[in-house]
């Protein structure tokens, strides 16, 4: 049945990341429950990525689905823009008002994250037009940094594999080294952090700053590979960019609504950004809707601007989105799963290490809250990864498939971010997976 349904998906359907040799053994997946996907076999599978890092809230709520209902019943769509707004739209941004920074209390709303990040960069834009200093465009991100596919994100991302049909990519978008400490070379400084942050200082310097409009970086990496920052990173990249004059715009549409074990993942190292992008979790999946919300220095620029902020989304501030998004983020409140999510993330990082840890092939076992990896290499001992040739990592991942868990990697990294609501039983279960899936293709741990 599943065979069949392929067959006809392959004949009528252009996927994001579209590749039909893969497609040709995928899932048609008709029914989610909790943490547990079910395909058109019947067969059971863990969500190990939540989604795609979206649906925190487990799938199968109820609640989410009759908080979309009475929205669409009584007021399914009007449009957000300037002269028309929504109670929901209201309500969910002053509640974000209350979750996210101190000093971020205005909010635009998007469909997804890629939205996001094109609005955060043409906010930044605007922002310094508006402030008189027009030649500030430039926008500075990260290797290995993951921001959306449309034509300005994938220029800001920084996994050149995005890029080669797409090119040319949009003029005035540069890259720096994210940090990578299980990876770390660089001594060019007084910590790593710091050496790796100085890297902005010195590509704001080389650019001139009066030409660089904003920093944009995900607090903790996700579709890049889970990598987290050192303590000092993102501290002294505030530094930065207050010193030249940059914004800084964090890229939480993995991090953002508790995935960190934080509601907002800057919150570890006592950072502020100027502009927050979110979606993803925010709506659980249930509803596409992103946004990014600004700090009140930005928002009194936009206030005094003597023109219109000419950008726009039919679907900004949909009610049913902001809808859904209210009880999602209730959810999360009353459930407690912004504390869950840490608990449970330190349950799978112990599980992991349980199952993995003494394996020859498995360089690091990594996390933040609810986000983990594990790095395979070649050698443990240099930390060589196996060459491209050989797809070691994606055998363990169609291994661990068939043993019952999706998910998916970035190069030799397997990355997890299962549902909030995922049972302790079935965290460990993950990692048993997971280590027998490595042993069946790496041979047994020692
Ligand atoms: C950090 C980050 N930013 C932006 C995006 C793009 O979001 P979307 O796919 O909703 O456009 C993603 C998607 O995975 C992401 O992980």
């Known amino acids: 049945m599943q065979a069949d349904l392929i067959q006809r998906d392959l004949a009528s359907l252009i996927h994001p990341l579209n590749d039909p040799k893969a497609h040709r053994t995928g899932h048609v997946w008709v029914r989610g429950e909790g943490a547990f996907l079910f395909d058109a076999d019947g067969k059971q599978y863990i969500d190990g990525l939540a989604g795609l890092w979206n649906v925190a809230l487990g799938h199968g709520r109820r609640e989410l689905a009759e908080a979309a209902r009475q929205q669409m019943e009584t007021l399914a769509y009007a449009s957000g823009y300037t002269g028309h707004s929504n109670e929901r739209a209201i309500e969910l941004a002053e509640k974000l008002a209350r979750l996210t920074y101190p000093s971020i209390n205005r909010f635009f709303f998007t469909s997804g994250g890629a939205e996001a990040n094109e609005s955060a960069i043409k906010l930044a834009r605007s922002y310094w037009k508006l402030r008189g200093q027009p030649a500030k465009t430039k926008v500075i991100s990260r290797e290995l940094g993951y921001h959306g596919t449309t034509l300005a994100a994938m220029s800001a991302t920084g996994i050149a ?3 080669p049909l797409f090119e040319p990519r949009v003029p005035g978008f540069l890259h720096v080294s994210s940090p990578y400490p299980y990876r770390a070379q660089t001594t060019d400084g007084p910590t790593y952090g710091v050496a790796i942050a100085n890297e902005l200082e010195k590509a704001i310097v080389r650019e001139g700053p009066e030409t660089v409009a904003m920093f944009l970086a995900e607090p903790v990496i996700g579709v890049g590979g889970v990598i987290v920052p050192p303590d000092d990173y993102f501290p002294r990249i505030r530094e930065i960019c207050d010193r030249y004059d940059v914004l800084f715009a964090a890229d939480e549409v993995i991090t953002g609504f508790g995935r960190t074990g934080r509601w907002f993942a800057l919150e570890h190292w006592g950072v502020e950004p100027d502009i927050v992008q ?47 998004a209210l009880r999602t983020l209730q959810v999360i409140e009353e459930e407690n799963l912004v504390a869950e999510a840490a608990r449970k993330g330190a ?11 003494q394996h020859p092939h498995v360089g690091e076992i990594r996390g933040k809250g609810f986000m983990c990896a594990v790095e395979f290499v070649k050698d443990r001992e240099t930390k060589q990864p196996f060459p491209p040739e050989d797809p070691v990592v994606t055998r363990i ?8 868990l999706i998910s998916r990697t970035r190069g030799d990294v397997f990355v997890l971010a299962p549902p909030f609501v995922t049972p302790d039983n079935l965290v460990d279960r993950i990692a048993e997976i997971l280590g027998a899936a490595t042993d069946a293709v790496l041979g047994r741990r020692v």
């Open 397 to 404: 991942h169609d291994e661990a498939q068939a043993r019952g």
């Open 161 to 163: 594999g995005y890029w």
């Open 347 to 357: 349950r799978l990082i112990e599980a992991l290490r349980a199952c993995l840890g």
């Open 278 to 324: 979110f979606a993803k979790a925010v709506t659980s999946g249930y509803f596409p809707l992103g946004g990014i919300g600004i700090s009140d220095a930005i928002a009194r620029v936009l206030d005094e601007a003597q023109v219109p902020w000419m950008h726009a989304y039919t679907y900004s501030a949909h009610p049913t989105g902001c809808a859904v």
